[in-house]
């Protein structure tokens, strides 16, 4: 069956530096397209990043653009966040997402926890 695991998350302090991982299993990953999101407790998870099968092609939130990069290895079948000059407001549970296009169906994983503090 089709699953994602997310892996990277830590507590850092403004400033910092994190990567995170999300492993896939269970489908042909690359085939399609991958997404980041995130989500605070009490609000609505929002869209992080994306990018396409072949990693050519990226696109940003306008809070995370010129500091995290989305990239990913499909020989590993693994898709990264690298995040940079990390903010207080960039805390978060992070969620790697799959929607395959040619089943008509999403995936999401559990989920990593980042804490940016002081």
């Known amino acids: 069956q089709v699953r994602l695991v997310e892996s990277g998350g830590d507590s850092v302090q403004p400033g910092g530096y994190l990567k995170l991982s999300c492993t896939g299993s269970?489908?042909?990953?690359?085939?399609?397209?991958m997404t980041w999101h995130r989500q605070v407790p009490g609000k609505e998870r929002e869209f992080v990043a994306s990018?396409?099968?072949?990693?050519?092609?990226?696109t940003y939130a306008d809070s995370v653009k010129g500091r995290f990069t989305v990239s990913r290895d499909n020989a590993k079948n693994t898709l990264y966040l690298q995040m940079s000059s990390l903010k207080p407001e960039d805390t978060a549970v992070y969620y790697c997402?799959?929607?395959?296009?040619?089943?008509?169906?999403?995936?999401w994983g559990r989920g990593t926890q980042v804490t940016v503090s002081s």
């Open positions: 269970g489908f042909t990953f690359s085939r399609y397209a």
């Open positions: 997402k799959l929607y395959r296009w040619d089943w008509r169906d999403d995936y």
């Open positions: 990018l396409a099968s072949d990693g050519a092609t990226s």
